[in-house]
C-alpha cells in the first residue's frame, strides 16, 4: 500500500513539473503559450512547461540572463525580453534552444554582446535589439544566422558596422538601422555598398543618417557619392618590430623621439569624408563630343545657307543689271544697219 501512494506521488510530482505552471504566470496548454509579463519578476522563472512553444517575459525586472537560462523549454519558438532591464547576458545564456526563431531584447540596458553570445540559436529568423546602448556589433556575432530574416538595431549607440556581419546573413530581407551615432567616413564605405546590393536585391531598410563628421550630419548614406570618399589610411608598421636592438642598449630599449600628440588627430581627420573633386565621367565626355559636333554641324549650315543665299543674290542682281544693255545694243546695231542701206551707193 505505501509503495503504491509513493508511487501515485512521484506521479503527480512528475505531471506538476512537465505540465505545471509556475506562479505570476498563465499557461494556455492547448496553443503551448506560457505569459509572464508585467509580474515584477527579477528573474526566469523556474518549472516552465517543457513543451512550452512561445514565453512572454516582458515587462519584469530582469537584471541577467545566466547560462542555460532556459534549458527546462528546449521547444521554445519565440521569446520576448522586451522592456526589463537586462545589461549582462552570459555567453551561454541562451545555449539549448535549437528551435528558437524569435527573440525579442528590445527596451533593455545592453552595452555590448558577446561574441558567441547566438551561435546556439541556428533557426533563429527574428533579431530586435533596438533601443538599448549597443556601441559595438562583434563580427562573428552571426557565424549561424543563415536563416534570419529580420534584424533590428536601431535606436543604439552604433557608430560602424561590419561589412562581413552583414554578409553572414544571406537571407535578411528586414533591416533596421535608423537612430544611431553613424560615423559617415572611409570605415562606412563597405556598409553603403553592401546596402547598394542588399537594395537592389529587394531588401528593405529604413537608412542610415550620418551623426558625424558635421559635413555630413543628418544626411542619408546612400545619398553621398562615392566619388567623396577617401581610402582609409594603412596602419603605419610598428617601427620597433622590424627596428634592431642597438648594442649597449639597456634591457632593450630604444630611445625615440618625443611623439607628436598632434598624429592621432591628423590620421583621424584623413581618414574623415572629404570633398574632392569629381573624376571623369565616360558618359559625360561622350555627351560633350555630341553636343560639340551638333553645334558644329548646325553652324557649318548656316554658313552653307548664308553662301547659297549670297550667290543666288549675286546671279539675280547681275540679271537685273544685264537685260537693258544688251537691248539698247541691239537697237543701235538696227539702226546703224539702216542708215547704210538707205546712203547712195
Not at 506521479?11 to 506560457?34: A, E
Not at 551623426?211 to 567623396?228: A, M, N, Q, V
Amino acid at each position: 500500500m505505501k509503495g503504491e501512494l509513493l508511487l501515485f506521488s512521484s506521479v503527480i510530482v512528475l505531471l506538476q513539473v512537465v505540465y505545471g505552471c509556475p506562479d505570476k504566470c498563465r499557461c494556455h496548454s492547448s496553443t503551448n503559450f506560457v505569459d509572464c509579463s508585467q509580474q515584477g519578476m527579477a528573474e526566469i522563472p523556474s518549472h516552465l512547461p517543457r513543451q512550452t512553444r512561445t514565453l512572454h517575459l516582458q515587462d519584469n525586472q530582469i537584471h541577467h540572463l545566466p547560462a542555460f537560462a532556459f534549458r527546462s523549454v528546449p521547444w521554445l519558438t519565440a521569446l520576448n525580453l522586451s522592456n526589463n532591464s537586462l545589461s549582462d547576458l552570459a555567453p551561454g545564456a541562451f545555449h539549448g534552444l535549437q528551435h528558437l526563431q524569435v527573440l525579442n531584447l528590445t527596451q533593455n540596458s545592453l552595452l555590448s554582446l558577446e561574441s558567441r553570445l547566438f551561435h546556439s540559436l541556428p533557426q533563429l529568423r527574428e533579431l530586435d535589439l533596438s533601443s538599448n546602448n549597443i556601441s559595438h556589433l562583434p563580427t562573428s556575432l552571426g557565424e549561424t544566422w543563415e536563416n534570419l530574416t529580420i534584424l533590428a538595431v536601431q535606436q543604439n549607440q552604433l557608430q560602424q558596422l561590419d561589412r562581413a556581419l552583414l554578409e553572414s546573413m544571406p537571407s535578411v530581407r528586414l533591416l533596421f538601422l535608423k537612430d544611431n551615432l553613424w560615423k559617415c567616413n572611409c570605415h562606412l564605405l563597405g556598409l553603403k555598398l553592401w546596402l547598394e546590393k542588399f537594395i537592389y536585391k529587394g531588401g528593405i531598410t529604413d537608412g542610415v543618417i550620418c551623426g558625424s563628421p558635421d559635413t555630413w550630419k543628418g544626411k542619408d548614406l546612400l545619398r553621398i557619392p562615392h566619388e567623396l570618399y577617401q581610402p582609409c589610411p594603412l596602419a603605419a608598421p610598428d617601427p620597433e618590430s622590424s627596428q634592431p636592438q642597438r648594442p649597449g642598449s639597456t634591457h632593450g630599449v630604444v630611445l625615440r623621439p618625443p611623439e607628436n600628440h598632434n598624429s592621432g588627430e591628423r590620421d583621424l581627420l584623413e581618414c574623415e569624408l572629404k570633398p574632392k573633386p569629381r573624376t571623369a565621367n565616360l558618359r559625360h565626355a561622350i555627351a560633350t563630343v555630341i553636343i560639340t559636333g551638333v553645334v558644329c554641324g548646325i553652324v557649318c549650315l548656316m554658313m552653307l545657307a548664308a553662301a547659297i543665299y549670297g550667290c543666288t543674290y549675286a546671279a539675280i542682281t547681275a540679271q537685273y543689271h544685264g537685260g537693258p544693255l544688251a537691248q539698247t545694243s541691239d537697237s543701235g546695231k538696227v539702226e546703224e544697219k539702216e542708215r547704210l542701206d538707205s546712203s547712195p551707193a
